[in-house]
């Protein structure tokens, strides 16, 4: 079975930090894209970050404040998150999927994690 497993997420005021952190085991690592996406209380997921082949896609939103980043020996992806604002408070959830798009774009990928909350205010 594919898992996901995220950490790292909490609670920060406006322009903290934080990593969020995803294991992965049981999907063919190596060769899919990975990346993140998040959902805020009564909005639609959106897609944040995605990274395959060290070739990486950010949403306009966290582009600059977000760098994602992936240890392929280890199965683990992370997200470490800058100058944090309260519009990035939401359930970030870590996604796998053949195509980059499914996670950044359309926010439909094939295998997704439980989420871990991140919360700025």
């Known amino acids: 079975d594919v898992q996901l497993v995220e950490s790292g997420g909490g609670s920060v005021q406006p322009g903290g930090s934080l990593r969020l952190s995803c294991a992965v085991s049981g999907y063919p690592h190596g060769s899919a894209c990975m990346g993140w996406f998040r959902q805020a209380p009564l909005k639609e997921p959106e897609g944040v970050a995605s990274i395959a082949d060290d070739m990486t896609i950010y949403a306009d939103s966290v582009r600059g404040r977000f760098a994602i980043s992936r240890d392929k020996a280890k199965y683990t992806v992370h997200l470490v998150m800058n100058t944090l604002k309260p519009e990035d408070t939401g359930m970030y959830y870590c996604?796998?999927?053949?195509?980059?798009?499914?996670?950044?774009?359309?926010?439909?990928?094939?295998?997704w994690g439980q989420g871990t909350q991140v919360t700025v205010s």
């Open positions: 996604a796998a999927d053949q195509r980059c798009a499914a996670i950044v774009q359309t926010t439909t990928p094939r295998h």
